[in-house]
């Protein structure tokens, strides 16, 4: 079921606590390392971060009225997730994610193509995600995004 919360601290305010703390620390950990020019929102019931309007006015292709969405966190109802759309645009970072995880984390990767799931929060590798939000910045997510889905 999608949050009807308007802004980041109110969704995380309506978790329960076995899932705040770890959404909480992963929001941090995502906004200490994003490249400046990403700006925090919600959208589609989850908290994310996206290249505002000012930036990018086309907006994203599937509604224009909405920011270019690069990156987003979310408790859902089996796993917390992570969606990050550089490593579904991206085969080079994608394969760097892939090779780097169990590095990090003793438990099988549970990926999709943008999504990543942790089933228990206490495996979320958090300096794993902190690197990789930190590996794109807004022009090259724009420069990649227009390159794969605007046609």
């Given at each position: 079921?999608?949050?009807?919360?308007?802004?980041?601290?109110?969704?995380?305010?309506?978790?329960?606590?076995?899932?705040?703390?770890?959404?909480?620390?992963?929001?941090?950990?995502?906004?200490?390392?994003?490249?400046?020019?990403?700006?925090?929102?919600?959208?589609?019931?989850?908290?994310?971060?996206?290249?505002?309007?000012?930036?990018?006015p086309?907006?994203?292709?599937?509604?224009?009225?909405?920011?270019?969405?690069?990156?987003?966190?979310?408790?859902?109802?089996?796993?917390?997730?992570?969606?990050?759309?550089?490593?579904?645009?991206?085969?080079?970072?994608?394969?760097?994610?892939?090779?780097?995880?169990?590095?990090?984390?003793?438990?099988?990767?549970?990926?999709g193509?943008?999504c990543?799931?942790?089933?228990?929060?206490?495996?979320?590798?958090?300096?794993?995600?902190?690197?990789?939000?930190?590996?794109?910045?807004?022009?090259?997510?724009?420069?990649?995004?227009?390159?794969?889905?605007?046609?």
């Amino acid at each position: 079921m999608q949050s009807t919360a308007a802004t980041p601290s109110a969704y995380l305010e309506s978790l329960p606590d076995d899932r705040k703390q770890a959404m909480v620390k992963l929001r941090d950990t995502i906004a200490k390392n994003l490249p400046e020019g990403f700006e925090e929102g919600m959208s589609y019931g989850m908290m994310g971060w996206a290249v505002p309007h000012s930036t990018y006015p086309q907006g994203y292709h599937c509604d224009p009225k909405l920011p270019l969405p690069f990156l987003s966190i979310a408790s859902q109802k089996n796993f917390i997730a992570v969606y990050h759309m550089g490593v579904y645009a991206d085969k080079e970072l994608y394969d760097w994610f892939v090779s780097e995880y169990p590095k990090h984390v003793k438990t099988k990767l549970d990926m999709g193509k943008s999504c990543i799931r942790f089933k228990k929060p206490e495996t979320i590798p958090y300096e794993l995600i902190g690197e990789l939000a930190s590996k794109m910045t807004v022009q090259q997510w724009i420069d990649l995004y227009e390159s794969a889905f605007r046609k």
